[in-house]
């Protein structure tokens, strides 16, 4: 007879799919889904009954309590929760939300409120859930000074508060990213946050599992709730490294364990993550295997990545899976000389590099072209002996090319990208871009001088003349405006000066700039214009 | 009852209980580092995170008055360009604007010419720092103290680091022997800025277990919780400038990390809207956009040539966001910047492609030949030159998952479909 009634009782569960609980609502509210379900499985159904009462619901009351907050700031306050209201019925215009005492939501005010385990500083506010008849539901304790510097609580604050209070009560679980509905912060808030689409699908989500177990409860049905239980395997993705261009292809198996059915996605934080197509909702002790790849064209070198589960399992809601591996790059570049800047003199000059080759690419290098300043290129196969310190390689025998450009003598004086295109006969890389800085000349590094925002006080500011082996000297300084003036201190022999720019404090307000003229020794180069600029502020 | 509520509601969220330690007096080491270039957040998809204006609004709401210390782990930038000088300046600037205390000096900063040191550290207000450097020619310096923190730096590649400077750098060992016995004598913790991996950080702290933070290079999320080897701590602040880290010092040890993500809920600070907004007059005034390479390819016709066949695709493009791209650059004031333009214009990397909106009107915005290649000839003679068909991969060339995260073509092609 026993046997007899427990099938009965178990094919009411079975007959309706038990509630679903989505990944998104808060432990709290599961909590409470499940603390119904141990009433209805005592067979306690007035107890279950109260306590499903205090689910989610479309039309409740809020108890609005500012009777600490200061007596100015009042209609402020008043004025920010009105907005976080709107906010809500804006996104979900079914919501009913009345202001009463004794509210099934309350929000209050306290001086402040002590610090917590994520930062040092006091907590802004802090929510309390409860299941007793005599409390709210959720009371939102908000602080009138938030942050270690004690800033005083703004409306800014108070409206992100009453959304997430308001959240909260809704069943939503805090979201760590930012500017979210459900994103909450100690300090003062810096920008408002709003409901997204996603956030109201979720709460009628939430609000169809309430209302389902509130029905079953009056119909005396058993709701079904029961825990799921996530398992994620590998707990590690290790995958072995790869030549840049090539798949990497994982699978992660997901498994629920437990007995109610789990929900989960899965969000990467980092664009390099392929996740293919995947099952998201899994029955109790079903396995999904979702394919994941990695996109090692637009990524290389050691790759430390996460990838977060996010589910509805109540004591695991977040499982962190890290990838760690190394996409090797299918070229590099080592230049044999010109580093940081290729030197010109009056033959002009030759640029060497080798672009090394990953054995595993089998293209070839078809045609190689210089642009930006006038130079002839040329290329052959290359092998050798080198490090990859990019990716912790140790030297090791490697193929490539190696690429000669001759510049020619003629380019302006200064300094000019050499900039090289290599054309492949690959589909993933068909062409490859190297670039080197070429000096011709006296220059100034950097290039002009700098003064950034300044006051009305004297400033100074310095570039560095640079010619490397070749000497010169400084026979003149000039400058161009009345409120700059300059002078040379030595840097390095005849090769390198430092030329210091001082501005007297006189310029008017705003952006003011000239340059300083130096003259050299150097009949092919007399003069250098080294420009400054700066703001007054 | 409360009580208990409030303790499952530190539970759920995270919260101290009452009557913790009191957490007054506590040193805030706010950390910074791996921009390499990345001064702005920039993308097709929101969220973008990152950028130099939002990392200065993260720092001042972060700082905890007279008791906060501020380093940068450096790599401002990823080349030597013209470019990348004034990206380094605005960054320095940026940085000094919240008072810095220390600026890894290492490789890619060297890269910029030595005389550019004196300018990063001007900037700065005197944070450049590197352990290994004694050049009176260099501004920087071997340690800074802030608050109990006695701070070093080094960059793991001493020898390159010398070479493009052309002087005597010290080998990173010594440097940090060098900074245990600052640290010894002044009876201060001793943190150290490192460029390198956390393999690299690792073995560090195996060698010197007297370090108790050593900050790394990586270009990762940094991760949820700091590594620990010994008594040393390992952190890193990310890649890309997109992330603040945040660690405390209680008196005794380490504590209450975090990581900040730089998302849009930050404002950009308004000092640092000026600096930004100086370094790009800068870009724009030295017309570094006409000095970009250029290729020799067939030439362009401009979408109006295009609309006048294919009328119906023309509807499409002109209400898409694409016949609007260059708009989008002009709003933000990047129309100038060589970083940003090739996305939103035709062929800049063409000879015959765009040069500026006054020039080369045709050729603004994402038009046709953006995707479909240049269509001159097609124009011209449309039966006898037939162009090529197009496949998605065309799109991913600017909608890559740096500057377009989560794009998807078979979700966004429908906004396009022509």
């Known amino acids: 007879m026993i046997a007899a009634l427990a099938l009965f009782v178990l094919a009411q569960t079975k007959d309706d799919a038990p509630v679903s609980l989505p990944p998104g609502s808060s432990e709290a509210f599961q909590s409470s889904v499940f603390a119904v379900q141990g009433k209805v499985d005592k067979g306690d159904w007035q107890e279950a009954a109260r306590l499903a009462a205090r689910l989610p619901r479309l039309k409740f009351t809020l108890d609005w309590d500012d009777s600490t907050v200061p007596e100015r700031d009042r209609p402020f306050f008043a004025k920010a929760r009105d907005k976080a209201i709107s ?152 995958p072995d490294q790869v030549s840049q261009g090539m798949p990497m292809p994982i699978l992660l198996q997901i498994t629920n364990q437990g007995k109610g059915p789990l929900d989960f996605r899965l969000v990467p934080d980092c664009g390099c993550f392929l996740i293919g197509e995947y099952k998201d909702t899994l029955a109790p002790r079903e396995t999904t295997v979702v394919p994941i790849g990695i996109n090692t064209i637009e990524f290389t070198g050691h790759l430390l990545k996460t990838l977060f589960v996010y589910s509805n399992d109540p004591v695991t809601p977040i499982v962190q899976v890290p990838l760690d591996t190394i996409v090797r790059p299918a070229y590099w570049f ?13 033959h002009g000059g030759i640029f060497q590099t080798v672009m090394v080759v990953d054995d595993d690419q089998k293209w070839t290098v078809k045609s190689v072209t210089a642009s930006g300043i006038p130079a002839a290129v040329e290329f052959e196969p290359w092998t050798g002996d080198l490090p990859n310190p990019d990716i912790g390689e140790p030297s090791t ?30 589909d993933k890389f068909p062409t490859i871009y ?18 950034g925002q300044i006051g009305k006080e004297k400033a100074e500011a310095s570039v560095v003349l640079t010619r490397p082996g070749q000497p010169y000297k400084i026979t003149k300084i000039e400058s161009d405006t009345d409120f700059v003036s300059a002078r040379i201190e030595p840097y390095r022999g005849e090769t390198e000066y430092k030329l210091v720019v001082t501005y007297n404090g006189k310029a008017p307000i705003g952006r003011f700039f000239g340059k300083i003229i130096v003259h050299t020794d150097d009949p092919k180069q007399p003069t250098v214009e080294v420009p400054f600029e700066g703001t007054v502020s | 009852m409360k009580a208990l509520l409030w303790l499952a509601a530190c539970a759920i969220f995270g919260f101290g209980a009452f009557g913790g330690v009191a957490k007054t007096g506590r040193q805030v080491l706010l950390i910074v580092g791996g921009t390499d270039g990345y001064v702005s957040p920039c993308g097709c998809v929101e969220p973008m995170t990152g950028g130099i204006r939002r990392r200065i609004t993260a720092l001042r709401l972060l700082s905890v008055k007279d008791r906060t210390t501020i380093v940068d782990n450096g790599d401002l930038v990823g080349g030597n360009g013209r470019q990348d000088e004034m990206k380094a300046e605005a960054l320095a600037e940026c940085m000094g604007l919240v008072h810095v205390d220390a600026l890894n000096y290492g490789v890619e900063e060297a890269r910029l010419g030595a005389g550019m040191a004196d300018s990063l550290d001007r900037l700065s207000g005197g944070a450049l720092l590197s352990t290994g450097l004694s050049d009176a020619r260099l501004p920087t310096k071997r340690f800074r103290e802030s608050g109990p923190f006695v701070i070093g730096a080094v960059d793991g590649r001493s020898q390159q680091l010398g070479r493009l400077l052309e002087t005597h750098v010290e080998d990173v060992d010594s440097s940090v022997r060098s900074l245990l016995d600052e640290a010894r004598d002044s009876g201060k913790v001793p943190v150290l800025l490192m460029r390198g991996d956390f393999d690299q950080a690792r073995s560090m702290a195996d060698r010197h277990p007297g370090l108790r933070l050593i900050v790394c290079d990586v270009k990762t999320t940094p991760p949820a919780a700091p590594i620990k080897v010994g008594r040393t701590l390992i952190v890193t602040p990310g890649e890309r400038g997109k992330f603040v880290v945040k660690i405390e010092w209680d008196g005794t040890a380490f504590a209450g990390y975090s990581s900040t993500d730089l998302g849009p809920e930050f404002k950009d600070d308004a000092e640092a809207q000026k600096v930004y907004s100086a370094y790009l007059g800068r870009v724009a005034r030295e017309g570094l956009l006409a000095m970009l390479p250029r290729e020799p390819t067939k030439e362009f016709a401009g979408s109006a040539a295009c609309t006048r066949c294919h009328k119906e695709a023309a509807k499409v493009w002109e209400q898409s966001a694409h016949a609007n791209a260059l708009s989008t650059l002009e709003r933000e004031g990047h129309e100038k910047d060589p970083d940003c333009v090739s996305c939103h214009v035709v062929g800049l990397s063409s000879v015959h492609g765009f040069v500026s909106r006054e020039t080369t009107p045709m050729l603004a915005d994402v038009g046709c030949e953006s995707c479909h290649g240049p269509a001159r000839a097609h124009a011209m003679r449309p039966n006898k030159n037939k162009m090529a068909k197009v496949e998605s991969d065309v799109c991913t060339k600017c909608h890559n998952t740096e500057h377009s995260p989560g794009f998807d073509f078979k979700t966004f092609w429908p906004k396009i479909a022509h």
Not at chain 1, 334 to 346: F, H, Y
Not at chain 1, 439 to 447: K, N, S, T, Y
């Open chain 1, 87 to 238: 906010m809500w019925k804006a996104a979900m215009p079914e919501l009913q939300i009345a202001l009463a005492k004794q509210g099934d939501l309350k929000i209050d005010f306290v001086k402040d409120l002590p610090p917590n385990a994520d930062s040092p500083g006091p907590a802004g506010a802090v929510y309390l859930f409860s299941p007793d008849p005599g409390d709210p539901v959720v009371e939102g304790v908000l602080a009138l000074l938030r942050s270690e510097n004690h800033r005083p609580t703004a409306p800014l604050d108070v409206t992100n508060e009453t959304l997430f209070a308001i959240g909260s009560f809704l069943g939503l679980a805090r979201q760590p990213r930012a500017l979210s509905l459900m994103y909450r912060a100690e300090d003062p808030y810096v920008a408002q946050n709003v409901p997204t689409p996603a956030d109201i699908r979720l709460v009628r989500h939430i609000l169809d599992a309430s209302d389902e177990v509130r029905k079953d409860v009056k119909a005396k049905r058993s709701p079904g709730a029961a825990a799921p239980q996530i398992f994620v395997s590998p707990n590690k993705m290790t």
């Open chain 1, 334 to 346: 080592k230049d044999l000389n010109g580093d940081p800047a290729l030197v010109l003199d009056e």
């Open chain 1, 397 to 426: 025998h490697r193929r490539g090319y190696k690429i000669r450009a001759l510049i020619a003598p003629n380019i302006v004086t200064g300094r000019a990208n050499l900039d090289i295109t290599i054309h492949t006969s690959d």
């Open chain 1, 434 to 451: 190297h670039s080197v800085l070429a000096q011709r000349g006296i220059v100034a590094v950097p290039l002009s001088c700098y003064f």
